[in-house]
């Protein structure tokens, strides 16, 4: 038994490290950010590669009661101390169920925290992988490249958002700015040109591209992308609200991802050789009667 409980462990420590390397990597290093309007906190439209979405983790968007909001979303508990409180009960509860010492039994314990962050890292990748199998069941793996039966070229889906202002017809355009912004916005963060993402990004995520790639320097570091390339996107969901423009699509691509040492040059992580495979959930915003060209991101949400 406590062989099997340590195996479980040992398996949630590798993941846990896993995921945290992904996080230092590309433009908005693996987090969640921005703003989405009215949106910003209520679950994206699921997709057939993105099923679900990560709350967004920094917002200027003051929070609020959010449509739809559930586990994993801001507001589960409630903010401040009773919500920080509850949250840590219920983290502590499955620590004791995991160790077999009651639902109760996992308060005490010098490295309970340790163990408690590990173990949702778990939570999180199974509730992931059933949405993500379930998702992938309902929906066929890919689509053509033509625009026929709602599908606009270059393989997106036609698609509406509908749980807050008027539904937006989105042309093929507006995916071609789309693709732009993906390849422009990675290129811009590689060479670190703050001027170039101010005129892509809302000022919001151009504060937090800053504020990244400050952190890198103070690493000594520096993160160098290329070969971006689209494989996939889908439309999760556009809308118009007051005098803006909102479209929140899943991309899914390829590119070169490597952290460098900025005084030798030597590769820090990552692989020159072997292009990551990344989806994200990346929300543009303009004004409203603009045209394709006016399109500047707002958010980055982790799929």
């Keep these: 038994m406590l062989h099997g409980r340590l195996s479980?462990?040992?398996?949630?420590?590798?993941?846990?490290?896993?995921?945290?390397?992904?996080?230092?990597?590309?433009?908005?290093?693996?987090?969640?950010?921005g703003s989405r309007g009215y949106r910003s906190y209520?679950?994206?439209a699921p997709t057939p590669i993105s099923p679900y979405a990560s709350p967004l983790q920094r917002s200027y968007t003051p929070y609020s009661s959010p449509v739809g909001s559930g586990?994993?979303?801001?507001?589960?508990f409630g903010h401040g101390f009773f919500g920080a409180l509850m949250g840590g009960f219920l983290g502590a509860?499955?620590?004791?169920?995991?160790?077999?010492?009651?639902?109760?039994?996992?308060?005490?314990?010098?490295?309970?925290f340790l163990v408690l962050l590990l173990q949702v890292g778990v939570l999180f990748l199974i509730v992931r992988f059933v949405l993500g199998f379930f998702g992938n069941r309902q929906q066929p793996a890919f689509y053509g490249a033509s625009q026929a039966g709602g599908v606009f070229a270059g393989g997106w889906p036609a698609r509406y958002g509908s749980s807050q202002g008027t539904p937006l017809p989105i042309t093929a355009e507006d995916?071609?700015?789309?693709?732009?912004?993906?390849?422009?916005?990675?290129?811009?963060?590689?060479?670190?040109?703050?001027?170039?993402?101010?005129?892509?990004?809302?000022?919001?995520?151009?504060?937090?591209?800053?504020?990244?790639?400050?952190?890198?320097?103070?690493?000594?570091?520096?993160?160098?992308l290329s070969g971006v390339k689209l494989l996939q996107g889908n439309l999760s969901e556009?809308?118009?609200?007051?005098?803006?423009?909102?479209?929140?699509?899943?991309m899914r691509f390829s590119l070169i991802d490597v952290m460098v040492d900025r005084v030798t040059?030597?590769?820090?992580?990552?692989?020159?050789?072997?292009?990551?495979v990344v989806t994200e959930l990346w929300t543009f915003v303009?004004?409203?009667?603009?045209?394709?060209?006016?399109?500047?991101?707002?958010?980055?949400q982790q799929v």
Excluded: C
């Design 8 to 33: 479980i462990l040992l398996l949630a420590v590798v993941l846990a490290f896993g995921m945290a390397s992904d996080a230092f990597a590309r433009a908005g290093m693996g987090f969640s950010m």
């Design 42 to 44: 209520s679950m994206p």
């Design 71 to 76: 586990f994993g979303y801001p507001g589960a």
């Design 93 to 112: 509860g499955l620590l004791g169920l995991l160790f077999g010492h009651g639902f109760y039994g996992g308060l005490g314990g010098g490295f309970s």
């Design 175 to 224: 995916y071609d700015a789309f693709e732009r912004l993906l390849g422009g916005i990675q290129d811009a963060y590689s060479k670190e040109n703050l001027d170039e993402l101010r005129r892509l990004a809302t000022p919001e995520m151009a504060s937090f591209f800053a504020e990244e790639l400050e952190d890198s320097a103070r690493r000594g570091q520096v993160n160098r």
């Design 238 to 250: 556009a809308w118009r609200e007051a005098s803006a423009e909102y479209a929140t699509v899943a």
């Design 265 to 276: 040059g030597q590769i820090v992580s990552g692989d020159p050789n072997r292009p990551d």
């Design 286 to 300: 303009r004004l409203a009667g603009s045209g394709p060209d006016a399109w500047k991101l707002s958010a980055i």
